[in-house]
Each structure stands twice: as structure tokens, then as C-alpha cells.
RNA sequence: GCGCCCAUAGCUCAGCUGGAUAGAGCAUCGGAUUUCUAAUCCGACGGUCAGUGGUUCGAAUCCACUUGGGCGUACCA
């Protein structure tokens, strides 16, 4: 028989609540704020949970907090889960569970294939905004985080039982698309566009960039080099007061020496500023071909901005263009998705919003919040410099008016109770602004979340380049974990004390699943708002906080499973008992016990890594349990027939776990 | 100039709305293998949580300031 969620009590966490909250009635008018601090023990040797309510309550009560711990714990109902609660240090209440309950309940929860987790009570329905690319260029690294992060927090929405929608918010409509026609109009290669038109796409939006770039910086570098002069004399100049005043006696200036800091860091910045644009010019001044494209285009920028806004403006040629180049770009894409196992709900680019936009600007005239500044139209948010340019001098609309709308569409047409935004944490100071402008025009019912990451950095700490200082390409960038994979896997199997047992296909199939793994779990399992820094080796450990760590896990547990030729659904229809006298067990059990508890905190603050963290310490005390306790083995049957079933919820969970994230599993490995 | 973020072990990082002796992984050192997959497990070593002051029963966590670093800052998205 099946048990379903619904029939067991899931949430132990929850229930235990409930239980304070009944015994802290008496004592105080407000249970609530006190009942959340009931949590799981910090340290194990505490017992399982501890409330911690005691000595905030002080104050209110007006009793010493070991007197009100042991008031609460008189008024505690909770003999048929815990053993009696015990008082320690200033008021801490130490629960532990009765082995016979908690021996129940893991058995319910073993022997439910939807692994204890009951549906939210309240619904709300989520719009996740995440990964977002650029039509006209391929993805880099900088779109990991945000497809990952993005995709893992649709997932677990969705599981714990929320609507959810995913949206990729393409940029298909913005300035880069006139690069593209520009390009395509004077530079197509017409054979590479036929074989492969994304990539001469790519390559076209690449070339015109450069070339508005050259234009760009080559009248603009004197007065770069100019600016270069200026600060290294505002350094010396800084430096020589500050040498005069030590002469004179000072021993201490603290604002000269922050002159002189100040002055260095502007020196530092000019100095990169003019070594970047000598590059760039040398790049193309350097190359014959490209130079003469350069003098052949000196107006590149103006006229690709040109093309972008007769686009806008409904132009039939660009339009068609548009319409031809669309339908490949978004197809190049899937390509990649499907690589991630991901799948949009929607996809509805900037394009899409492109009708309602001159509503958008209408309502915000009407609301009175337009303001007229340099000759764009601008909301001043207060508090805030930088003004919300709703529409260029030039007429056209920008990303501010977009995102204007596309909230509009989310909260009137899809009826969205919060839009998540898995964003680049740079772009902050916009979401601010987006958010605050958002609320004027009355949308206060609604959650806006910047849900922000760090950036990805390179082992030199610089932003993640590859060595001759370009984007990484996500493309290239997964291609080569699986070709490090595949080493990995090879020497894994080849150096199995009982001889290799993968065939080629096998190993590729994993190599592939333990090298996209690795790089999600790597980008997940640090906290989002952190930068950190990508390292193919850390990622790819064979030992360690890994990805491959936790499907090294599942594989045992299917290693055993093969071994003893067990039937995986015999032993699910079976509603075999669980006994947990072994500690490894009991620690596994517990631990399996609070997947839901674990996918709730993640949408607490929409944070993967706390899901991450809870599937490495499953998979450490599963291993611990493998250690010490034998399977296959065990010659006591029930006892062998509970391992048995102990083995397959963690396989159930791990996998469920990691496919929420995104990660594959192999059987083998 | 203004705004935002960060500083935790040698390295890479966790640390949930403030909770007991600050945790992992890597590295180093010591142990475990006639293996249900050692891509493992057990143990040891290692910290002035950047500094100072404050809030309170209690601070890595909250507040203020200081120091050091990163990022953003008007018509790109």
C-alpha cells in the first residue's frame, strides 16, 4: 500500500510549533512571535529540537527565563513525540524525539512516494523572470547564475506546490538587434549565414561592435590619455603634500593620505580605461581587413542606432529581417536549455511589450509622475540621483519602459501574486528605481524581488575571462567540463579494483551528467549574493562538496540494489518497517525526515543553497550509514528489509533533491 | 561626490528572523580496504568572525563610526 502525503503528519517542525504554541498561550498575548524560535538543535548532543523562547520572554513576563522555561515546558504537550523536555543553560528547552515515534514517522514518511511533502495551504501564483539572454549574442557565463539559480527556485516553488510560472524575458528588441541588420546588411557572408545564420549572426553583431567601438574610442583617446595625465599629476601633487606635512611635522593626516588613495585608485582606473581602448583600437588597426571596414563605416554607431529605430518604427524591410532572424536565434537557444533539462512556460521577449509601451508612458503621464530632464522623460524617485528614463531624447522607449509593462501584463493578464527577478545584483540600483516606480502607479499588492547574484570571477579574483581577456561562452564553458568529466570518469572506472564496467556510451552519458552537475552545484551551493570564483578543478573534485559527491551517493545506493538483485518497487510496495537502533541510522532517518523542511527554507529567501547544503549532509550521513551498517549483508531479515527501504528514500531523495536543482543522476558511476 | 555590497581557518566558502564551545570542503597530519562502488569513512591540527564603540539575558549576525576591497552612478540591457 501507498501512503500519500496528506495521510501523515509531514511537517514534524510544524507540529511541534503548533505544541508550543498551545503551551505558550497562557503566558504571553503574542505565541506566535516566540514559536518560530522552537528549531532544530544546533548541536546534536542537545537532542533533536530546541526552543529558545524562554529569555526573550523576560521582559514581558516578568520572570527569571529558567522560571518560564520550566512553565512552558509544564504546560508542553508533547509526550507522544518527545521524551520529557529538559531545561539547560539560561532557559534553552531541549527536546528529544521518542525513538518509537520518530521510528513511525520515518516509516510513513519512507514509505510515501511524495516524500512527506504536502502541498502550501495558500497558493500564490509566482512569475520567475531568469536567464534573459540576448538574441543577438551568444550566452556567456554571466547568464549561469541567473538560468540556474532561476531554474532551481521555478522547481522548488513548483514542488512545494505554488503556480509558478517561468518567463524568459529575452532581449530581442534593444539596440543590439540594429547592430545585427546593420551588419547584415553590408557585411553578411552569404554562404556562413546559409550554413549557420546564428553564428554569422553572432559574428555580425561581434564585428559591427567593434567597429562602433573603434569609432568610438578613437577620438575619444587623447582625451583619455589627457585624463591619464591629469590624475598622475593630482597623485603627485597629493603625494608631495602629503611629504611636505610629514617634513613639517604632521604625523598624521588622515585626509591627505586619503587624498592620496583616492588619487591612485583615479590613476589606476585611467590607467585601464586608456589600456583598454589602446587595445581595441590596435585590434582592428592591426588587422587591414578590419581597418578598412573602419574607414569604410565611420558613422557605424549612428547608423546601426538608425536601423534600431526604424525597426521601432515599423519599418518594413528591418521587420521582415527581424522576423527572418528571430526563429533561428530562439532555436539556438533551446539547443543549449535542453542541455540544462529546462523548459520555459513562456518566453516573451521585449518585443512582445513593444505595443503597450506608449500605455505605459500614458499612465505614468497621467499619474503625474513624468518629468522632463535633458530632454528624455525621467520619474525621479526620491532619494534616488539617477533618474528612471522612461524615454530617450531621441524619442524611442528604453528597458525602464519595458519593465514597466511587462509588470503590468504579469499583474493584470496573469493575475501574479510575486515576480521573481534572477538578476545580475549590479543592476539593483534599476529594480530600486523599477520597484518604487511600479508602487507609484498603485501596484503595492504584488511582491517585486530582485532575487540577486554575485558575479562569477576568475582565479585571479578579476571578472571570469578567458586568458586573452574575452566572455566566456556558456557553450564552450559546459563542453569543457564534460571533456574533464570524461577524464575523470574514465580513470574512475578503470581504476575499479574489480575492472571497469562502463562502456563508452556509459561513460560519455555520465561524463555528461557529473560535469553539467558540477557546474551547477558549484554556482548553487554558494550563496547567490556572493561573488565567487570559478575553478574547473574545485568544481570537478572527485572529493569534496560536489556535485558528483551526491550522485557518487545515489550510485551506491543502485550499486547495492544491483548487487542483491533487488526490485526497487518491491521494496516500495512492500511497507517494510523501519528500525533505527543503529545511530548512522537514526541520524540518516532524521535527516531524510526534513526534505520539506529544507525546500520550504529555500523559498523563504528564495536561496538554493540552503537546498544544496541539506542534500550534502544527506548524502554525508548516507555514507556514514553505508560505513556502518551493511545491507546485503544483514542476516536479520526486518533489520535487512528496513536498510533496504532506508536505501531507496535516500535515493528518492537525493534524486528528487538534485532534479530540483537541475542535476542529473546516473545509476553508475 | 552620492549610493549599494563585502571583510569569518593557510585556501574556497557556509552560518537561517540575534542563541549554548563559530562550521564545512580543500590542504596538512594520523587511522580504516579479503569493499553492498575508497569518487568513501573516522580522527587531529587550524579562527582576536577587519577594528572600535553601542543595543541586550546573549552579537559573526542589529546600530554607529574607522580601515581595507568591490560594484553602480542619465538616455546599453
Same mark, same amino acid.
Given at each position: 500500500?501507498i501512503i500519500?502525503?496528506?495521510?501523515i ?13 498551545d503551551?505558550l ?9 516566540y514559536?518560530?524560535m522552537?528549531?532544530?538543535?544546533g ?7 530546541? @526552543?529558545?523562547?524562554a529569555?526573550?520572554m523576560?521582559k ?10 520550566q512553565?512552558?515546558?509544564d504546560?508542553?504537550?508533547?509526550d507522544d ?6 531545561? !539547560?543553560g539560561?532557559?534553552?528547552?531541549n527536546?528529544?524525539?521518542?525513538e ?12 510515501d512516494m511524495?516524500l ?8 500564490r501564483?509566482?512569475?520567475v523572470?531568469?536567464?534573459s ?6 550566452m556567456?557565463?554571466?547568464h ?5 539559480i532561476g531554474?532551481a527556485?521555478? &522547481?522548488v516553488?513548483?514542488?512545494? #506546490?505554488?503556480h509558478?510560472l517561468s518567463d524568459n524575458?529575452i532581449g530581442?528588441?534593444?539596440t ?5 541588420? /546593420?551588419?547584415y546588411k553590408n557585411? &553578411?557572408d552569404e554562404?556562413?549565414f *546559409?550554413? %549557420?545564420?546564428?553564428?554569422?549572426l ?15 574610442l578613437?577620438?575619444a583617446?587623447?582625451?583619455?590619455i589627457?585624463a ?5 599629476a593630482?597623485? !603627485?601633487?597629493?603625494?608631495s603634500?602629503l611629504?611636505s606635512?610629514v617634513?613639517s ?11 592620496? %588613495?583616492?588619487a591612485?585608485?583615479?590613476?589606476k ?12 583600437? @590596435? !585590434? ?5 581587413d578590419l581597418?578598412?571596414l573602419a574607414?569604410?563605416?565611420?558613422k557605424?554607431?549612428?547608423d546601426?542606432r538608425?536601423?534600431? @529605430?526604424?525597426?521601432?518604427a515599423?519599418? *518594413? ?9 528571430l526563429?533561428?536565434c ?5 539547443g543549449?536549455?535542453?542541455r540544462?533539462?529546462? %523548459? ?8 512582445? /511589450?513593444n505595443p503597450?509601451?506608449? #500605455?505605459?508612458?500614458?499612465r505614468?503621464?497621467?499619474a503625474?509622475?513624468?518629468t522632463k530632464?535633458q530632454?528624455?522623460?525621467?520619474v525621479?524617485i ?7 528614463i ?9 528597458y ?5 509593462a511587462?509588470i503590468q501584463?504579469?499583474v493584470?493578464s496573469? $493575475?501574479?501574486?510575486a ?5 545580475d545584483?549590479r ?5 530600486d528605481?523599477?520597484f518604487?516606480?511600479?508602487k507609484?502607479?498603485?501596484y503595492?499588492?504584488?511582491?517585486l524581488?530582485?532575487v ?18 574575452d ?12 571533456v574533464?568529466a570524461?577524464?575523470?570518469?574514465? *580513470? #574512475?572506472d578503470?581504476? $575499479? ?9 556509459t561513460?560519455?552519458?555520465v561524463?555528461e551528467?557529473?560535469?553539467? #552537475?558540477?557546474i551547477? /552545484? ?5 550563496s547567490r ?9 574545485k568544481m570537478?573534485?572527485?572529493k569534496?562538496d560536489?556535485a558528483t559527491?551526491m550522485?557518487y551517493?545515489?550510485a551506491r545506493?543502485?550499486?547495492i540494489?544491483? $548487487?542483491?538483485?533487488?526490485n526497487?518497487?518491491d521494496?516500495?510496495?512492500a511497507g517494510?518497517?523501519?528500525?533505527? !537502533? ?7 532517518a532524521l535527516?531524510?525526515?526534513r526534505?520539506?523542511?529544507a ?18 549532509e ?13 545491507v546485503?549483508k ?7 528489509h528496513?536498510?533496504l527501504?532506508?536505501?531507496d528514500?535516500t535515493?528518492r531523495?537525493?534524486k528528487?533533491g ?7 543522476v546516473?545509476?553508475?558511476m
Amino acid at each position: 500500500m501507498i501512503i500519500t502525503g496528506s495521510d501523515i503528519a509531514v511537517n514534524l517542525l510544524q507540529l511541534l510549533r503548533q505544541r508550543l504554541n498551545d503551551a505558550l498561550v497562557p503566558l504571553t498575548p503574542e505565541p506566535e512571535t516566540y514559536v518560530d524560535m522552537l528549531r532544530p538543535a544546533g548541536d546534536t548532543k542537545f537532542g533533536d529540537f530546541q @526552543a529558545n523562547c524562554a529569555m526573550p520572554m523576560q521582559k514581558s513576563v516578568g520572570k527569571p527565563a529558567r522560571e518560564i522555561a520550566q512553565l512552558i515546558v509544564d504546560g508542553l504537550k508533547v509526550d507522544d513525540i518527545c521524551e520529557p523536555p529538559s531545561i !539547560a543553560g539560561p532557559g534553552f528547552i531541549n527536546l528529544k524525539l521518542k525513538e518509537s515515534w520518530l521510528t513511525e514517522a520515518a516509516t510513513r514518511s519512507a514509505n510515501d512516494m511524495a516524500l512527506g511533502i504536502d502541498p502550501v495551504s495558500k497558493p500564490r501564483k509566482f512569475i520567475v523572470d531568469f536567464s534573459s539572454p540576448n538574441v543577438a549574442k551568444p550566452m556567456h557565463v554571466g547568464h549561469l547564475r541567473s538560468t540556474v539559480i532561476g531554474h532551481a527556485l521555478y &522547481r522548488v516553488l513548483k514542488r512545494l #506546490g505554488h503556480h509558478v510560472l517561468s518567463d524568459n524575458h529575452i532581449g530581442d528588441w534593444g539596440t543590439q538587434f540594429g547592430m545585427i541588420i /546593420y551588419g547584415y546588411k553590408n557585411f &553578411r557572408d552569404e554562404a556562413r549565414f *546559409a550554413e %549557420k545564420p546564428v553564428a554569422e549572426l553572432a559574428r555580425l553583431y561581434r564585428l559591427v561592435n567593434q567597429l562602433s567601438d573603434y569609432h568610438t574610442l578613437k577620438p575619444a583617446l587623447p582625451g583619455l590619455i589627457e585624463a591619464q595625465k591629469c590624475a598622475a599629476a593630482s597623485l !603627485a601633487q597629493a603625494q608631495s603634500q602629503l611629504a611636505s606635512a610629514v617634513a613639517s611635522g604632521v604625523k598624521k593626516s588622515p585626509e591627505l593620505q586619503q587624498l592620496v %588613495k583616492k588619487a591612485e585608485s583615479d590613476l589606476k582606473a585611467a590607467n585601464e580605461e586608456v589600456e583598454s581602448a589602446r587595445k581595441k583600437l @590596435a !585590434a582592428v588597426e592591426g588587422d587591414s581587413d578590419l581597418f578598412d571596414l573602419a574607414s569604410r563605416h565611420p558613422k557605424i554607431a549612428e547608423d546601426a542606432r538608425l536601423e534600431t @529605430a526604424k525597426l521601432h518604427a515599423g519599418d *518594413a524591410e528591418n521587420l521582415a529581417l527581424w522576423n527572418q532572424f528571430l526563429p533561428d536565434c530562439l532555436q539556438a537557444l533551446e539547443g543549449l536549455y535542453e542541455r540544462f533539462g529546462l %523548459k520555459f512556460d513562456m518566453a516573451l521577449g521585449e518585443s512582445w /511589450y513593444n505595443p503597450m509601451l506608449p #500605455g505605459v508612458l500614458e499612465r505614468l503621464e497621467q499619474a503625474g509622475l513624468l518629468t522632463k530632464s535633458q530632454g528624455a522623460q525621467c520619474v525621479f524617485i526620491g532619494g534616488n540621483e539617477a533618474p528612471f528614463i522612461v524615454r530617450k531624447s531621441d524619442g524611442a522607449f528604453t528597458y525602464a519602459t519595458t519593465d514597466l509593462a511587462t509588470i503590468q501584463h504579469r499583474v493584470e493578464s496573469l $493575475k501574479a501574486d510575486a515576480i521573481l527577478y534572477v538578476v545580475d545584483s549590479r543592476q539593483s540600483e534599476h529594480f530600486d528605481l523599477l520597484f518604487a516606480t511600479a508602487k507609484k502607479l498603485g501596484y503595492r499588492d504584488v511582491e517585486l524581488q530582485h532575487v540577486k547574484f554575485g558575479t562569477i570571477l576568475g582565479e585571479d579574483k578579476r571578472p571570469f575571462k578567458t586568458r586573452s581577456g574575452d566572455t566566456v561562452g556558456l557553450e564552450s564553458l559546459i563542453d569543457e567540463a564534460i571533456v574533464r568529466a570524461r577524464e575523470i570518469v574514465n *580513470a #574512475g572506472d578503470d581504476g $575499479k579494483p574489480t575492472g571497469a564496467e562502463l562502456d563508452e556510451e556509459t561513460r560519455q552519458a555520465v561524463a555528461e551528467i557529473v560535469g553539467l #552537475g558540477g557546474i551547477i /552545484y558549484a554556482d548553487l551551493h554558494h550563496s547567490r549574493e556572493s561573488d565567487y570564483s570559478f575553478s574547473f578543478e574545485k568544481m570537478l573534485a572527485t572529493k569534496g562538496d560536489t556535485a558528483t559527491y551526491m550522485q557518487y551517493a545515489y550510485a551506491r545506493v543502485n550499486g547495492i540494489f544491483r $548487487k542483491g538483485g533487488v526490485n526497487v518497487a518491491d521494496i516500495r510496495s512492500a511497507g517494510h518497517a523501519l528500525n533505527l !537502533a543503529q545511530p548512522a541510522e537514526r541520524m540518516l532517518a532524521l535527516q531524510l525526515l526534513r526534505f520539506g523542511e529544507a525546500l520550504q527554507d529555500v523559498a523563504v529567501d528564495y536561496r538554493p543553497n540552503v537546498l544544496t547544503q541539506y542534500l550534502f549532509e544527506t548524502a554525508n550521513r548516507f555514507s556514514a550509514f553505508f560505513e556502518a551498517c551493511p545491507v546485503l549483508k544483514e542476516s536479520d531479515e526486518s533489520i535487512r528489509h528496513s536498510r533496504l527501504l532506508l536505501c531507496d528514500w535516500t535515493a528518492r531523495v537525493m534524486k528528487e533533491g538534485l532534479d530540483l536543482l537541475g542535476i542529473r543522476v546516473a545509476e553508475k558511476m
